[in-house]
């Protein structure tokens, strides 16, 4: 949850991490500084040497609560939606909406963004910062000192001028 909380902040709405990840310490019962923050620019993509990995919530939703028991337990608005519109109430026809006792911009909000064509807008401009020469050079930096990819010459010994990781033997 608190990776597609991230993510979608940060790639379809394109909110800032500092912010988000303020209010997302507050409501965490085991937030731990150290790994929040670290995760917050991870996940929202700013320290560049990472994969970016935007996920789609609907197809999170539909994969992981096919029957939408979480959706239904916290949302109670949402119980008697049927599994079909579950994950997108906001497209069920206003008649459906009646009798399900859920009206879409008043007991639940509209989406702020259409999901796809905002996800799209937001990893072409991500890649496109990323691709600048300035951008890629200072991964390549951050890889070649930090990177532990680097075969020490001799078993439990470090490899000549290259300050590579020790091999620890077991």
């Known amino acids: 949850m608190r990776l597609l909380s991230v993510r979608n902040a940060g790639y379809p ?6 912010p988000l990840g303020l209010w997302l310490a507050r409501q965490f019962l085991d937030y731990e500084p150290g790994i929040h923050w670290s995760q917050m620019q ?19 939703a539909r994969d992981h609560d096919p029957q939408g028991r979480f959706v239904r337990r916290w949302l109670p608005a949402l119980r008697r939606v049927p599994d079909s519109w579950l994950f997108e109430p906001w497209r069920m026809p206003a008649e459906l909406q009646a009798r399900c006792g859920v009206r879409v911009g008043a007991d639940i909000p509209v989406p702020p963004v259409e999901l796809e064509p905002a996800t799209r807008a937001a990893k072409a401009r991500l890649h496109a910062l990323r691709a600048r020469p300035e951008v890629r050079a200072a991964k390549t930096a951050i890889v070649e000192r930090h990177g532990s990819r680097k075969r020490p010459a001799a078993r439990g010994s470090r ?7 020790l091999q620890l033997e077991f």
């Open 42 to 60: 991870m996940q929202s993509g700013t320290t560049g040497i990472n994969t970016t990995r935007v996920y789609n919530p609907i197809k999170q």
């Open 159 to 165: 490899p000549s001028g290259s300050g590579g990781q």
């Open 13 to 18: 709405l394109w909110l800032h991490w500092r």
